[in-house]
């Protein structure tokens, strides 16, 4: 059945826009579910209306087998990643993906802050900023397959090809102590000096001195607690929408926005006082470039 797209078009926006006038004000993760829902139905709606084919329209383009890209600073709703694909293609209009990306997730309820209440020290360095009340950092290392299929093809000069992808797979979580730099009180010379320690659960919150705002000193280095990572399993999956503009046939430079999910069996230890969680929903976008070859 033939669809008329820019009738389509037309009713979708109109939809979009009698919808939010509702809502004026929202949650985070309200947004999230609306942002999921419009990009969802968008991609839904421009695979209905683009035409699938084997060649371009005038059949001028190359078509090349083979394609590797790199996303070497990606921007999530939950930090930064890194993220490196390899692509083939199936036909002019479909690629088969293979996916590997390094993400770092933090909680929302993490702030960054430092202290500037200080007694003496002996030889003590200037303080780093830290997160009050983290007990882990976390990572996820993401492989998974895919498809990405074509939308809109590019013109011959300085034309934007539009693609969508799905893909999902496998996520390693890795759970990483949190490390602090800790004041305690020498009594015999009355100076402080510094230990480095991570949170023990073992001693109450109420006198934990990881927990204490005044013997806080500030955040250990970023290669502490790297002997005590701990690996959660999980999954996760993606949709996107690909915008390629590269002037040469065999380069790649392009941005993706989209929608990720990772989701593990148990909940993440993050956070040591708020409420931590076992999936992480999030928009991101991506720079991506890279090359084909046949």
């Known amino acids: 059945m033939k669809v008329n797209s820019s009738l ?49 329209r005038e059949g001028t383009n190359i ?21 490196a694909r390899s692509g083939k293609n199936i036909t002019y209009d479909n690629k088969r993906i293979i996916e590997f990306e390094l993400v770092n997730i933090r909680h929302p309820k993490e702030l ?3 202290n500037e209440f200080l ?3 002996i030889d003590a360095p200037n303080p780093k900023a830290y997160y009050y009340g983290k007990q882990n950092s976390f990572f996820a290392i993401r492989t998974g397959v895919g498809q990405m299929r074509l939308i809109y093809e590019k013109a011959k000069k300085n034309g934007v090809q539009v693609r969508y992808l799905y893909l999902g797979g496998f996520s390693l979580g890795v759970v990483k102590p949190y490390y602090l730099n800790i004041l305690y009180l020498d009594e015999a010379r009355n100076v402080y000096f510094i230990l ?6 073992s001693i109450p919150d109420n006198t934990n001195k990881f927990l204490d705002w005044y013997t806080i ?19 996760y999956g993606k ?9 040469y046939d065999d380069l790649v430079k392009s941005v993706e926005v989209g929608i990720a999910f990772d989701i593990y069996p148990k909940k993440v230890p993050i956070m040591i006082i708020q409420d931590n969680k076992l999936w992480f929903p999030s928009l991101y976008i991506n720079m991506i470039l890279g090359w084909k070859w046949e």
Not at 11 to 26: G, Q, R
Not at 217 to 235: D, I, M, N, T
Not at 239 to 247: H, R, T, V
Request: hydrophobic share 45%.
């Open 8 to 56: 389509a078009l037309e009713i979708y926006v109109s939809f979009i826009l009698s919808n939010l006038n509702k809502h004026l004000k929202i949650s985070y993760y309200y947004v999230m579910k609306k942002m999921g829902f419009i990009l969802l139905s968008l991609l839904l709606l421009l695979s209905v209306t683009a035409p699938a084919q084997n060649t371009d």
């Open 63 to 83: 078509l090349y087998k083979n394609e590797f890209v790199i996303g070497p600073v990606g921007f999530h709703s939950y930090g930064f990643s890194t993220v």
């Open 112 to 114: 960054k802050q430092t």
């Open 119 to 121: 007694p003496p020290l």
């Open 196 to 201: 480095t320690e991570k949170y023990d659960s």
């Open 217 to 235: 000193y500030g955040a250990a280095g970023f290669s502490e607690g790297w002997k005590e990572v701990r690996f959660l399993p999980g999954a």
């Open 239 to 247: 949709l996107g929408l690909n915008f390629e503009w590269a002037s």
